[in-house]
């Protein structure tokens, strides 16, 4: 007799990873055996972990015997504090009630949305499009409904707050913002960030900013915006209704520790800690010290930026002549439009010239009949810099054969 096992139907509304659906992709196709494979496509830093973590690591690595405290030791949320203090001119922030240890911004981003929805008809989570999909699966499993805010280069690749109607505001519970934005690099300056924050006021919602490639950006002197930057300037001192995400995973090369913290409003952070005792998300005490070093060094960070604009620069000079590129701001990714369909030049290049990279139109929803990823295809420059410049080589051939 068949058995019908029920589950949570909102699973059913969760859409194939890109990754997955490159996989796919790539099974029609097989590459030239002439070339080694090369990847532009995952977003994983290659650059080696610094030997300060390393080195932290290793000391505290007996602590594994120990259970982790869900919020975290003092010493982690202190270090935190006087980072965020430091690097976005905070007067103050409360390493007690204002920060919680987090294992990555992926897990957090997905987590704290289940606990701030409001399970109701109209609940609305509101996105940038092209965005990381974590924040789509986030809403559709809180039974929220996920809406779409195209960034394209007409309105510099941030949502443009002027075209939400009022409906969609008084629905919105949930604000996902994403600066350095993912997959575009695009910056939201501070005047959009006052913006969104005095429509979060007058409308009773929570913004969500993640800002896991806020350290790597090219003009040395000019750090991207945060979030609670511009809501301390406003006089929001206590940053209601603001919430930001940082990792060390880009910042400091380490994805395997997973990680990050999430800071912001005291009330926020307080039901979120409860619901992460029940979640069991807990950071590992060895990466909780290994993280306190992390966050009070910025000589590694410096050096990682140095790396990422040698590597921007090489390959900026080898694809600008060929192809149409926004110049980076910040993130380590490239958004260059294609003159063939994205999905087409993903599988032609990956064929002819053993390459992965990721199509647009997988890391977007089409609103409207308009995908805004379309003809646009994301490359990570995370590699070593001499295998960035020979994939620019790739696609410029590539390129020159259409």
Not at 99 to 120: H, M, N, S
Request: with cysteine; glycine share 4%.
């Amino acid at each position: 007799m068949h058995v019908v096992i029920a589950m949570n139907s909102d699973l059913q509304r969760l859409q194939p990873y890109p990754f997955e659906k490159i996989a796919i992709l790539k099974k029609q196709v097989q590459p030239n055996p002439e070339l080694t494979p090369l990847s532009l496509s995952i977003g994983e830093p290659k650059h080696p972990t610094p030997a300060i973590i390393l080195d932290a690591l290793r000391s505290n690595i007996a602590q594994i015997a120990v259970y982790p405290g869900t919020k975290g030791i003092i010493e982690l949320r202190e270090a935190i504090a006087s980072w965020l203090m430091s690097r976005f001119n905070l007067s103050h922030v409360d390493p007690d009630s204002q920060v919680l240890p987090v294992t990555g911004t992926r897990e957090a981003l997905f987590a704290i949305t289940q606990c701030l929805i409001d399970r109701k008809p109209g609940a609305k989570v509101l996105m940038p499009n092209p965005f990381y999909q974590i924040y789509e699966g986030a809403a559709f499993l809180a039974g929220a409904t996920p809406i779409y805010l195209p960034c394209t280069q007409d309105n510099g690749f941030i949502p443009d707050l002027d075209a939400i109607d009022e409906q969609t505001w008084q629905d919105c519970q949930l604000f996902f913002m994403c600066t350095p934005g993912n997959p575009t690099g695009a910056l939201t300056p501070a005047s959009e960030i006052k913006k969104l924050i005095q429509l979060a006021e007058k409308y009773d919602f929570i913004i969500v900013s993640d800002e896991c490639y806020s350290e790597i950006y090219l003009d040395e002197a000019n750090p991207p915006t945060g979030l609670l930057e511009v809501t301390a300037t406003l006089g929001n001192t206590d940053y209601k209704r603001c919430v930001v995400m940082h990792s060390l995973s880009k910042r400091s090369n380490a994805p395997g520790l997973r990680s990050g913290f999430v800071a912001g409003d005291a009330e926020i952070l307080k039901a979120f800690l409860l619901f992460r005792t029940y979640h069991g998300c807990a950071m590992a005490p060895h990466a909780q010290s290994t993280s306190v070093v992390a966050w009070q060094d910025e000589t590694h960070v410096i050096e990682n930026r140095r790396l990422y604009r040698e590597k921007f620069a090489a390959v900026m000079q080898i694809l600008s002549p060929v192809m149409d590129i926004p110049e980076p701001q910040a993130s380590f990714y490239l958004w260059p439009k294609t003159s063939i369909d994205d999905v087409t030049f993903t599988r032609e290049i990956f064929k002819q010239q053993h390459l992965n990279v990721v199509p647009g139109s997988y890391l977007s929803r089409e609103v409207d009949g308009i995908n805004p990823g379309a003809n646009r295809i994301r490359l990570a420059l995370v590699a070593e810099p001499q295998q960035c410049i020979e994939a620019a080589h790739r696609i410029k051939h590539f390129l020159e054969t259409l």
